[in-house]
């Protein structure tokens, strides 16, 4: 997501969090190469979320002067939400990050927020309930707006949704956008007394929300991409979207090499297409690749080869940029872990662009 967000010219991010030394290795390394030689490599905290300090954020990030206008972004870790994982939710011990991340922004008080995570955080029932009550309490302080969005809507090679939450401080909306802070915070309050009890599907509830949007969300690059492009649709994929296309551009690409020596049997048996399984998916060169979340016992197969996919296919799934790598030093497990935590670059410069001029009253 920070890519995303930097590509724009319109953000600089002085302050970052990651506890994992390899990823926050992989991150530093991986963003110098891409050319964001600025500051917006480094990692500044290394700590757990729940041990850091709010003044010692705003010491490391601004010198301790708070700035007129800055915000915090983030995905907490999501496997206590996600289908695949535990569904242990919010008492999750994952789970229980996402509660901090958002006392860590009351406490800070930025102008604005993004939290990225699973669908299953809103979609979920019993997940729901959990969000809905965290944004109770953001709401005090901010106009919120959410939505699932689909990154293959967006011009990513890969059905991959995620839910988004975008606050922005009353108190800067009041002052800055007076003409919309009624209405703005009408919607606001309106979505926050949802009917999300278990007793209403994910529909419902998606229905009622999107009743009461106040933000611009991107407008979709390419519409119903998975109705449309699916094999067997009658609609051609486009090739921008195609798994083909996005595996070309990994030549001489540093993590080319990078992939685990096939031992099983079933490398040879599974015929390109084939995504029925829950592991073990072999890509299709001609359509776009089903949801990348490895780390999680998901093994994608490469289109033609008997072999899993390398490091720089699943970044390439994931539309970074060609420049940005991981470091030889590197286990394969953190590295392909790391590729599935991440945000699509594309969809995150997206909500980065309609963040900025929201901010600048362009929209």
Known sequence: MDIGFLE?????????????????????????????????????????????????????????VRPRVFGVIGGPPCPDFSRAGKNEGGKGKN?????????????????????????????????????????QNLGKFYALDLRVLNALEYGVPQSRRRVFVVGICLKWLERRRRRDFLAISRKSREILQIDVSENRNSKEVAGDIAAQHWFCWPKPQFRDAVARYAPGAGEKCPPELSVKHWFSKTKNHPNASDVFRAHSRKFKRVREGDISRKSFKRLDRRFYSPNAAYGNNEVHLHPTEN?????????????????????????????????????????????????AKFLNGEN
């Not at 002085?14 to 964001?36: I, L, M, Q, R, T």
């Not at 991340?101 to 979609?123: C, D, H, M, Q, T």
């Not at 970044?315 to 599935?340: H, I, N, R, W």
């Open 95 to 135: 789970g229980k990050l996402t509660r901090r991340f958002a006392k860590v922004i009351r406490e800070l008080r930025p102008s604005f927020f993004v939290i990225e995570n699973v669908p299953g955080l809103l979609e979920t029932k019993k997940h729901r309930k959990f969000l809905f009550s965290v944004l």
């Open 8 to 64: 724009t010219g319109r953000f600089s991010i002085p302050w970052h969090n990651e506890c994992h030394d390899p990823f926050a290795d992989a991150y530093e390394h991986g963003v110098s190469k891409a050319g964001f030689n600025t500051g917006s490599e480094k990692i500044q905290s290394r700590s757990r979320l729940e041990y850091i300090k709010t003044g010692s954020i705003f010491q490391q990030a601004f010198d301790g």
């Open 307 to 355: 072999r899993r996919i390398s490091v720089a296919e699943a970044l390439a799934l994931q539309a970074v940029p060609k420049a940005y790598c991981f470091p030889e030093g590197m286990s394969l497990t953190d590295k392909f872990k790391a590729v599935g935590n991440g945000v699509p670059v594309p969809l995150a410069r997206r909500i980065a662009l309609s963040l």
